[in-house]
């Protein structure tokens, strides 16, 4: 930073000085400390700024995202118009900004880690030592991750494995999955997208992706937005697509380690993986949640392709985003699509309410927040051993409320989906169907079965699903 001053002294007049050292005073006490090399940079040089070239990339300032350049030239112009002085305009603003500070910038909309943004608003003396022990922790863990996936990629080359339906239990092997949500697609969609399009509200289709870091491929759920049930509840799907993937996809491990984002954390996985090991589909569950900001992941490489491909691609129907994912990788096919039903109502991934189910059998598990790392024996049915994080010491917890009495293994009744309503069928037919291709008309937009008019209170691009998908006009 003092070297870029110091150019500015050299080069430019006061004023343009006044802007320089308004950045840098802005930077110093806005920026946020994100997941960067900087991080990498700390942990090799003993917490100590690198010599030589590094210096200046290690003083990168990230500001948040929603700090953009007429943002903070605004805030500039005010602060300079109440000294009394005249502030720059906005294009020589920019100007000094990306040719002197490049190192001042604003990060791109990301998960930002609680820990790493609460350390970076701590003073420099009592931040070094905390922020240094926070990343050797994330780094124990994201190590050990690597070398799981590691060890599963060379079980997977020695035993020639696929995803494909295999017996549950049928391998003495261990095998690595990462699962997570991905933002939603609109559709239809065209490279050139017609600009009235902006402005309303195309057909939904959800993205939720199960990895296998062995491989590495992905199975990629599309979940059409009559697909979601209502209320929207994210616990039951990701139970509802990970036992499919499991039936359909997995590779017959007996041992299973799952990795996954902070934000997925819920108890409706530790009843199903407890349900799972105790009638034995797995001998061993290793869950690990990883915090945000240090959560990267398999499906958010494979979910980048898809999205990248997305863009370029003519789509008009489920079946079209079906193709993209498929030609996301069209060499390696890494990316399997898998629909979970049909803009006609067809289910494909039949859905069970598993939390209602097993709730009455389970116990809710204590200061749940505090823990990140979770496991599973089929020898000790019920107990999940729980660790704050990969050095810290277990804490065993029996989650089933009588160890005599456990849940079945079957039973389960399947819910069906609720379907688009009445109101959203209506906005689709009259506002999105015009901007589909004549074959797909009918398949994305088709007409509602029902044109009666909603209630009071109701508008036409409402949402909520309180009708179901076979409703008949009466």
Same mark, same amino acid.
């Given at each position: 930073?003092?070297? *870029?001053?110091?150019?500015?002294?050299?080069?430019?007049?006061?004023?343009?000085?006044?802007?320089?050292?308004?950045?840098?005073?802005?930077?110093?006490?806005? *920026?946020?400390?994100?997941? $960067?090399?900087?991080?990498?940079?700390?942990?090799?040089?003993?917490?100590?700024?690198?010599?030589?070239?590094?210096?200046?990339?290690?003083?990168?300032?990230?500001?948040?995202?929603?700090?953009?350049?007429?943002?903070?030239?605004?805030?500039?112009?005010?602060?300079?118009?109440?000294?009394?002085?005249? *502030?720059?305009?906005?294009?020589?603003?920019?100007?000094?900004?990306?040719?002197?500070?490049?190192?001042?910038?604003?990060?791109?909309?990301?998960?930002?880690?609680?820990?790493?943004?609460?350390?970076?608003?701590?003073?420099?003396?009592?931040?070094? %030592?905390?922020?240094? $022990?926070?990343?050797?922790?994330?780094?124990?863990?994201?190590?050990?991750?690597?070398?799981?996936?590691?060890?599963?990629?060379? $079980?997977?080359?020695?035993?020639?494995? /696929?995803?494909?339906?295999?017996?549950?239990?049928?391998?003495?092997?261990?095998?690595?999955?990462?699962?997570?949500?991905?933002?939603?697609?609109?559709?239809?969609?065209?490279?050139?997208?017609?600009?009235?399009?902006?402005?309303?509200?195309?057909?939904?289709?959800?993205?939720?992706?199960?990895?296998?870091?062995?491989?590495?491929?992905?199975?990629?759920?599309?979940?059409?937005?009559?697909?979601?049930?209502?209320?929207?509840?994210?616990?039951?799907?990701?139970?509802?697509?990970?036992?499919?993937?499991?039936?359909?996809?997995?590779?017959?491990?007996? =041992?299973?380690?799952?990795? @996954?984002? &902070?934000?997925?954390?819920?108890?409706?996985?530790?009843?199903?993986?407890?349900?799972? @090991?105790?009638?034995?589909?797995?001998?061993?569950?290793?869950?690990?949640?990883?915090? *945000?900001?240090?959560?990267?992941?398999?499906?958010?490489?494979?979910?980048?392709?898809?999205?990248?491909?997305?863009?370029? $691609?003519?789509?008009?129907?489920?079946?079209?985003?079906?193709?993209?994912? =498929? %030609?996301? @990788?069209?060499?390696?096919?890494?990316?399997?699509?898998?629909?979970?039903? &049909?803009? %006609?109502?067809?289910?494909?991934?039949?859905?069970?309410?598993?939390?209602?189910?097993?709730?009455?059998?389970?116990?809710?598990?204590?200061?749940? %927040?505090?823990? =990140?790392?979770?496991?599973?024996?089929?020898?000790?049915?019920?107990?999940?051993?729980?660790?704050?994080?990969?050095?810290?010491?277990?804490?065993?917890?029996?989650?089933?409320?009588?160890?005599?009495?456990?849940?079945?293994?079957?039973?389960?009744?399947?819910?069906?989906?609720?379907?688009? /309503?009445?109101? =959203?069928?209506?906005?689709?037919?009259?506002?999105?169907?015009?901007?589909?291709?004549?074959?797909?008309?009918?398949?994305?937009?088709?007409?509602?079965?029902?044109?009666?008019?909603?209630?009071?209170?109701?508008?036409?691009?409402?949402?909520?699903?309180? @009708?179901?998908?076979?409703?008949?006009?009466?």
């Amino acid at each position: 930073m003092n070297a *870029a001053l110091e150019e500015f002294r050299r080069t430019k007049n006061e004023k343009t000085l006044r802007v320089a050292e308004f950045l840098v005073n802005y930077a110093e006490a806005h *920026a946020v400390l994100l997941r $960067t090399n900087t991080h990498r940079l700390l942990l090799h040089h003993g917490g100590k700024p690198p010599p030589g070239p590094g210096y200046e990339y290690f003083n990168t300032r990230k500001l948040p995202c929603s700090f953009n350049t007429a943002t903070v030239w605004r805030v500039y112009k005010h602060a300079a118009e109440k000294l009394g002085g005249r *502030a720059v305009n906005l294009s020589d603003f920019k100007r000094v900004w990306q040719r002197f500070l490049p190192q001042i910038s604003s990060e791109e909309p990301v998960d930002l880690c609680f820990w790493c943004h609460h350390l970076a608003q701590l003073p420099d003396d009592m931040r070094g %030592d905390a922020l240094l $022990t926070h990343l050797d922790l994330m780094n124990a863990e994201k190590s050990l991750y690597q070398e799981t996936n590691a060890r599963c990629g060379r $079980t997977c080359e020695e035993s020639r494995l /696929s995803l494909a339906p295999s017996f549950p239990a049928s391998r003495n092997i261990t095998m690595s999955y990462s699962f997570d949500f991905a933002q939603q697609l609109h559709y239809p969609s065209e490279p050139q997208q017609p600009g009235p399009l902006y402005f309303l509200i195309p057909r939904k289709c959800l993205l939720f992706g199960v990895c296998c870091g062995g491989m590495p491929k992905q199975v990629s759920y599309l979940i059409d937005e009559g697909m979601m049930t209502a209320p929207w509840e994210p616990t039951t799907h990701q139970i509802n697509y990970l036992h499919h993937f499991f039936l359909n996809y997995g590779v017959g491990e007996t =041992r299973v380690d799952l990795c @996954t984002s &902070e934000e997925n954390k819920n108890h409706g996985l530790l009843e199903y993986f407890a349900w799972r @090991t105790m009638h034995g589909l797995h001998q061993q569950v290793e869950l690990h949640f990883r915090p *945000a900001g240090h959560d990267a992941s398999g499906p958010d490489a494979l979910f980048g392709l898809v999205k990248q491909a997305f863009r370029r $691609t003519r789509v008009q129907t489920l079946a079209d985003i079906a193709g993209v994912v =498929r %030609d996301s @990788t069209p060499q390696k096919q890494l990316n399997i699509p898998q629909l979970v039903g &049909e803009e %006609d109502g067809t289910i494909l991934v039949e859905a069970y309410n598993w939390h209602e189910r097993l709730c009455r059998y389970f116990r809710v598990f204590p200061h749940f %927040d505090r823990y =990140r790392h979770f496991s599973f024996d089929a020898r000790r049915p019920g107990v999940v051993t729980a660790k704050a994080h990969c050095h810290a010491e277990p804490f065993e917890f029996q989650l089933l409320c009588s160890p005599d009495v456990q849940p079945p293994a079957g039973g389960f009744s399947v819910q069906d989906p609720p379907g688009l /309503s009445v109101c =959203r069928q209506r906005y689709l037919f009259e506002k999105v169907r015009e901007f589909c291709s004549e074959e797909a008309k009918d398949i994305t937009c088709p007409p509602p079965v029902t044109w009666a008019y909603p209630p009071v209170g109701r508008c036409a691009h409402d949402v909520r699903r309180d @009708t179901l998908w076979r409703t008949k006009p009466h």
